[in-house]
């Protein structure tokens, strides 16, 4: 989890979230900006080189969209008042240490970067745990970590520790070599379908790369039109192809008595029950078949 940074102890640390916040609202309702916007700020900071990183990075550039085009660091951290007079008044920081909520940290972002891809985070799976956008990205750098696909799952896994776990199992997708990432399922700033899914359902989310499981099929499999996770675990699975259970259980959870001779009668031996694909030796088509005699998704 990327958390804020901080240059020295500062003097509002013993003071307590909701003093500080009431502080900066204040402020905010005064008003009191510099009137050399960063130059003010660098006679303090100029010596941290995590501070003076920003100007590696499109945050810190002078185009006309930049916080440095308009109010400089008080776009981000709020008006100055009279934090330069010893540093003894709050500014905002971001992260999971700030002592400003997650919601109005998260404010100061959106009031820019308030677009067509981040029109759903209001109720969305991360809004409502209260992560701050500076949980998952940084701005004093040159370069964004979650940007990079080769560290978005790292930034992800920092939080989905389940997922992390799952994704390093026998059978997953390949997140762990980056020839996927978690971005390529799920919008991470919220979505309209559940699980922040980029598709508005779970199987239009994997026949987006699963084209040849799409139906309709002349004879359908119920669980593989209702949802591809009844069988699968997406993220990973000791199982082989992702299965939730090893076959013959995972079928056997809808249909328990289909009139097959019981394993027990074998006393537990390789059978053609529970040998190789097990029901799928005999049901090979499971995600649906378009053969005139396939009812049974044997052909």
């Given amino acids: ?48 080189e995590k501070v003076m990183a920003l100007f590696d990075g499109v945050h810190g550039s002078d185009v006309q969209a930049s916080p440095m085009a308009d109010l ?23 992260g999971s240490s700030s002592p400003v909520p997650a919601e109005k940290q998260n404010s100061v972002c ?50 989905h520790t389940q997922q992390k776990a799952d994704i390093n199992k026998r059978s997953a ?16 700033h919220g979505s309209l379908a559940d699980a922040n899914l980029k598709q508005m359902s779970i199987n239009e989310n ?12 002349l004879w359908e499999h119920a669980p593989v039109t209702d949802n591809c996770a009844t069988c699968h675990n997406p993220h990973g699975s000791v199982n082989e192809a992702m299965l939730n259970n090893k076959p013959p259980m995972l079928c056997q959870q809808c ?4 009139g097959h001779t019981s394993n027990a009668v074998f006393g537990g031996k390789p059978n053609a029950f529970n040998a190789g694909q097990s029901c799928m030796n005999c049901h090979s088509q499971v995600h649906g078949s378009n053969h005139p005699s396939g009812k049974l998704l044997q052909r």
């Fill in 173 to 188: 997708h390949p997140l762990k070599w980056q020839q996927m990432v978690c971005s390529d399922c799920h919008n991470a």
């Fill in 255 to 258: 249909h328990a008595s289909v």
């Fill in 206 to 217: 994997c026949y987006s790369c699963h084209a040849e499981k799409r139906g309709p099929k």
């Fill in 110 to 159: 959106m009031s820019c970067h308030n677009d067509d891809q981040r029109m759903a985070w209001e109720g969305n799976h991360h809004d409502n745990a209260d992560v701050s956008c500076a949980n998952c990205h940084q701005v004093h750098t040159g370069h964004d970590p979650i940007s990079d696909k080769n560290k978005e799952v790292e930034v992800c896994t920092s939080c």
């Fill in 72 to 94: 400089q660091c008080e776009a981000c951290h709020g008006p100055m008042g009279k934090h330069n007079r010893g540093g003894k008044e709050p500014m905002i920081t971001f």
């Fill in 1 to 48: 989890m990327v958390t804020s940074f901080t240059t020295m102890a500062t003097p509002w640390d013993d003071k307590a979230p909701q003093e500080v916040e009431a502080i900066l609202d204040k402020k905010f309702a005064e008003g009191q900006y510099s009137p050399k916007g960063a130059d003010s700020c660098l006679m303090c900071h100029r010596k941290s």
